[in-house]
């Protein structure tokens, strides 16, 4: 099946400061989507992202498909953004299934 | 728009008992609902995909007899978890999806416990 791998596994940040956050994945998809999950477990959608770029407020994504990577990016970092975030992707064959990445945890510090 | 919930969002069993969860999509018509399990510090992994008015299909390791799927309509799927044992200790998280380009919205997950 198809390999999703995120990096950097951990990611610890001063309040205010960028980051970027990076999916490898080892086939071509049809869907992609980056989620974040809050303390709490819930996942909260952030993109879907399958190629090109979007932005949402402080948050951007890009997608290049033909290279197998996205991208996403935080600027301005607050403490509310800390929490897990995830990438997964749906490698085809018709049933929809997302695999998903290993995550990149987050933590700012105000 | 695209609001899924779950119910109940904590339990606590003992060993033995059968517990069932629901996954609702409030807003949308779900033609596909997902079942995922994810242990402390991991990833999710997903058990089951349901297609309403049909059997779910199972991963690989996935045991049936023992996650039971029900997709009975285009908004509600129920997993219940039968003869629970400790092992069976995890977060249960259901998506769900009806849009044209197959995007997932995830529920707010079920804790589960088993003494």
């Known amino acids: 099946g198809i390999q999703v791998e995120q990096s950097p596994p951990d990611l610890i940040l001063q309040e205010g400061a960028n980051s970027t956050l990076r999916c490898n994945f080892s086939?071509?998809?049809?869907?992609l989507q980056w989620f974040h999950q809050n303390p709490w477990g819930q996942l909260i959608n952030l993109f879907y992202?399958?190629?090109g770029t979007k932005q949402n407020g402080r948050l951007s994504a890009t997608t290049v498909a033909t290279e197998r990577y996205s991208l996403l990016y935080i600027s301005s970092s607050q403490t509310t953004d800390s929490g897990v975030y995830f990438c997964a992707v749906d490698g085809g064959g018709g049933n929809e299934k997302l695999t998903f990445g290993t995550g990149t945890r987050l933590t700012i510090i105000p | 728009g695209a609001v899924v919930s779950q119910h109940p969002s904590w339990v606590i069993c003992k060993s033995g008992t059968s517990v069932k969860i629901e996954c609702r999509s409030l807003?949308?018509?779900?033609?596909?609902m997902f079942w995922y399990r994810q242990f402390p510090k991991q990833s999710l992994m997903l058990m089951a995909t349901?297609?309403?008015?049909?059997?779910?299909?199972?991963e690989q390791g996935v045991e049936k007899d023992k996650f039971l799927i029900n997709h009975a309509s285009l908004t509600l799927s129920t997993l219940t978890v039968t003869s629970a044992h400790p092992e069976d200790s995890s977060f249960y998280i259901c998506?769900?999806?009806?849009?044209?380009?197959?995007?997932?919205?995830f529920g707010p997950g079920t804790r589960l416990t088993v003494l």
């Open positions: 349901s297609n309403e008015g049909s059997k779910a299909t199972y």
């Open positions: 807003d949308f018509q779900a033609t596909t």
């Open positions: 086939d071509s998809v049809n869907n």
């Open positions: 998506s769900a999806s009806g849009s044209v380009h197959n995007e997932q919205f």
């Open positions: 992202i399958p190629s």
